[in-house]
């Protein structure tokens, strides 16, 4: 089940994990497995690429990254499957991200050259990338009648659903706010407009999606694979830059 109605779906060059993400809901949806098992499973691929990159292994280190974003993807369809979205699956998958990013980035300082400086900036980077590509998206998302467990504007905590404690989502919440408070108010303060504005067309769309995280995992996954990893966060930094551009291209349209 797709975040979006088939007419306003775009090619989201980060979601390649979608297919197998998929056969993997559809194998659990009639199991006792909830999404929030899903997000564990992630979360242990992730742990595992972070030690193989620590330990020079880093083709096991690419391959357990893809299966992390794979995963990723798996949590929310299952949710979808079983008709059970929270807001505590929502906030625990996002917290889990922000800290696998930030022990990536010190991984990969561990193992290069990179100033700390340096490493901590390009962590910095993908999570602002990651803010504008999420902001776009969920606009889209809530102004289509997509998937709503996201909000545009994550300022109050949520009423939980049904079947969900709202202490675990007003703890998660808080949470969210304080790793990524700061990096969604930088956004919005680029593109205050983006929300009352005409829809984004889907070639922006596209373009923005490759700083969803499942491409930027598979960006690191490709350098460590060809040696490159002394230019990961060089490469992070620099591309950076383009959420200006982006920014720019849907003011002007």
């Known amino acids: 089940m797709s975040k979006l109605p088939a007419i306003h779906q775009f090619l989201d060059l980060s979601d390649y994990g979608r297919p197998a993400a998929k056969i993997i809901a559809n194998r659990l949806k009639e199991t006792a497995f909830t999404p929030i098992h899903v997000t564990i499973g992630f979360i242990i691929a ?23 974003s794979v995963l990723d993807a798996a949590d929310g369809e299952l949710a979808r499957l079983k008709r059970t979205p929270s807001y505590t ?32 900036l390009a962590f910095l980077g993908v999570q602002l ?3 504008l590509y999420n902001y776009y998206y969920v606009i889209l998302r809530n102004r289509f009648a997509g998937d709503t467990t996201s909000r545009v504007f994550e300022v109050d905590t949520p009423q939980a659903m049904q079947g969900e404690k709202q202490r675990h989502v ?13 990096f969604d108010q930088a956004i919005y303060r680029l593109d205050r407009t983006a929300a ?22 598979l960006i690191i996954s490709v350098m460590l694979v060809l040696g490159w990893k002394d230019y990961i966060v060089t490469f992070f930094i620099a591309y950076s830059l383009m959420i200006l551009v982006f920014v720019g291209v849907r003011k002007a349209l």
């Not at 009352?196 to 995992?217: D, E, H, I, N, Y």
Request: hydrophobic share 55%.
């Open 46 to 68: 992730g742990l595992i690429a972070i030690a193989c990159i620590l330990t020079g292994h880093y083709w096991a280190a690419g391959f357990f990254l893809i299966l992390k």
């Open 89 to 120: 699956g929502r906030y625990f998958d996002s917290v889990a991200d922000i800290l696998l990013n930030l022990l990536v980035f010190t991984a990969i300082w561990h193992v290069t050259d990179t100033p700390a400086l340096a490493a901590l």
């Open 129 to 131: 990338q990651g803010t």
């Open 170 to 182: 007003n703890i998660l919440f808080g949470m969210y706010k304080l790793l990524y408070g700061a």
């Open 196 to 217: 009352q504005g005409k829809w984004l067309p889907k070639w922006l769309m596209t373009a923005v999606s490759t700083f969803g995280l499942g491409f930027q995992l």
